[in-house]
């Protein structure tokens, strides 16, 4: 039998893909990737499905159509140059390789820097996951919020409230520095007091008597730098700041004039009584503790006022009251999608500086042609998800 | 539009080892017309449904992503293995929309959800909730 006659002549199984171990690598790393994608980008579109008036208009999102579309030109432009690199190693021309390469790395970072351009006016615009209000209730609250921050009443209400306490029960008795920071505290609110609008505008927000229309107006208004309310507030603290210097001028004298009366009564004891006078020497001691205390508190409220009246409440930062329907799960597939591809912009980035490295320093070479085939597939991958990413997330 | 095919060998008989010859610029430019085209049909919207708009960006799109695929990505001239790694992976990654799609992305019930909810009547501002469309 033929087959039994020589084994020799039987070729050795080959097993395998015919392609290399690394390729077939990237290629199964790319399979992965696939799914990876597909579950975000899939997931997206069941969930626009399910959400009937998901924000699409261009001025509630803030989607750039001109900014997504330069960034498809510009990785589209990337893949041809990092295939251009792939094509110049099997030329062994490494230095044209190298510039390819170096073209590539520059798209990249132009890529990225468009995204951030994006990323920017998405964050300007508070277009943030759990950050959008979408009813109108939820918009006035986050508007009352918001006012709270910019004046940043609430912390500091909260510690003025857990001075006050502690000063009404008395057991301990505040400390120098407690004291020092109520004085301040107060002293603050009562200059924040003058902000009537701001007051107005909230107080109408927690009723709800209000139409977006109205408080988004009413915000304008109270962004100006020139409002009425921000003088009131500077007259306020000035004023507060002309009785402290009062005062400070007042205190020395009213000590030393305490501190003359129990000196009178000092000098009216018998030589004998040793005890009374010690006891109307401490006296006099604590009298120049407690002018000096007076004072601390004094001078801590008025550095507050200076510094509220130096720096009054900017609402420049409170954001317009709008309702974005959908809005937080918009920004959650955006961020997702946007932000892993972005991710893999960035990994891409860090393979092509180091073929760079090796390029400039002369060691690229014919073994380093499967690396930058390599590669260059994750490289297409990236621009293949940016090609289903730009029609899906700034057209449709 | 040119077949960027016309410059490269047939796929079977090209053995995976043999370098294929590709006019990369011709790809690149279908890419590019391919890119506009979607921009245009943006621009154009308002004279074409929704649907149709749909259709053409996400045709435009997987017309991209095979030339990228079969030409940049050289698939075009891989052998039969691409099927057997690929596909399998192309399936599973529907696994997660399709298990979502009867609940999430359809609905034969009443959704109660905030966003689903007629404003009170105090609420009238159905017009003003967000800034004018540009378009």
């Known amino acids: ?396 | 539009m040119s077949d960027p095919a016309a410059h490269a060998p047939a796929a079977d008989s090209a053995p995976h080892d043999e370098h294929p010859h590709v006019n990369y610029w011709l790809v690149f430019l279908a890419l590019c017309i391919l890119t506009a085209a979607s921009v245009v049909a943006d621009m154009v919207r308002g004279k074409m449904g929704i649907m149709l708009l749909v259709l053409i960006v996400l045709t435009v799109a997987t017309f991209k992503a095979m030339f990228v695929m079969m030409y940049f990505m050289h698939l075009k001239f891989e052998g039969k293995w691409k099927y057997v790694l690929l596909a399998p992976t192309m399936i599973l990654a529907l696994a997660i929309p399709a298990a979502l799609m009867p609940d999430i992305g359809s609905h034969y019930y009443d959704v109660q959800v905030p966003q689903t909810k007629a404003a009170p009547a105090h609420d009238g501002e159905a017009g003003h909730e967000a800034p004018k469309p540009k378009h």
């Open chain 1, 1 to 396: 039998m033929s087959h039994a006659a020589g084994h020799s002549n039987v070729p050795a199984l080959k097993m395998g893909v015919p392609i290399p171990n690394g390729k077939l690598g990237i290629w199964l790393f790319l399979g992965t990737e696939i799914m990876f994608f597909t579950a975000f980008i899939g997931t997206y579109i069941v969930l626009r499905l399910g959400s009937p008036g998901w924000p699409i208009d261009t001025a509630v999102t803030h989607i750039n159509i001109l900014a997504g579309g330069t960034n498809t030109f510009v990785l589209i432009c990337s893949s041809v140059s990092v295939v251009l690199a792939h094509e110049a190693m099997l030329q062994r021309n490494y230095k044209k390789a190298t510039n390819w390469i170096i073209l590539t790395l520059a798209l990249a970072c132009v890529f990225l820097g468009i995204k951030t351009y994006e990323y920017y006016g998405k964050f300007a615009h508070d277009i943030l996951p759990g950050h959008i209000s979408e009813d109108r209730r939820q918009a006035l609250d986050k508007l009352v919020r918001e006012l709270d921050g910019a004046v940043g009443l609430a912390p500091l209400e909260a510690e003025r409230n857990m001075l006050r306490n502690i000063q009404a029960v008395g057991k301990p008795p505040l400390t120098q520095t407690q004291a020092v920071r109520l004085a301040a505290l107060d002293a603050r609110n009562t200059a924040l007091g003058t902000l009537a609008a701001y007051r107005q505008l909230k107080a109408d927000a927690k009723e709800g008597t209000l139409s977006l229309e109205a408080a988004e107006e009413k915000l304008q208004a109270l962004k100006a730098p020139d409002h009425p309310d921000i003088d009131k507030l500077k007259v306020s603290a000035a004023k507060q700041i002309e009785e402290i210097d009062a005062q400070l001028a007042q205190v020395p004298k009213d000590a030393e004039q305490k501190r003359a009366d129990v000196q009178a009564q000092i000098d009216k004891l018998d030589s004998g009584n040793k005890f009374e006078r010690r006891k109307l020497t401490a006296e006099q001691t604590d009298i120049d503790r407690q002018s000096t205390r007076e004072k601390a508190r004094l001078i801590g409220a008025k550095i507050e006022l200076e510094s509220l009246a130096a720096h009054p409440p900017s609402f420049a930062r409170v954001h317009e009251p709008h309702v974005i329907k959908w809005g937080n799960t918009f920004a959650s597939t955006y961020f997702l999608m946007t932000g892993f591809h972005a991710l893999h912009v960035v990994i891409g980035m860090g393979m092509f500086a180091g073929i760079i490295w090796l390029g400039t320093s002369g060691r690229l070479g014919q073994q380093h042609c499967l690396v930058i085939e390599n590669c260059g597939l994750y490289w297409h991958f990236v621009d293949l998800v940016w090609i289903f990413l730009f029609p899906l997330i700034y057209i449709v």
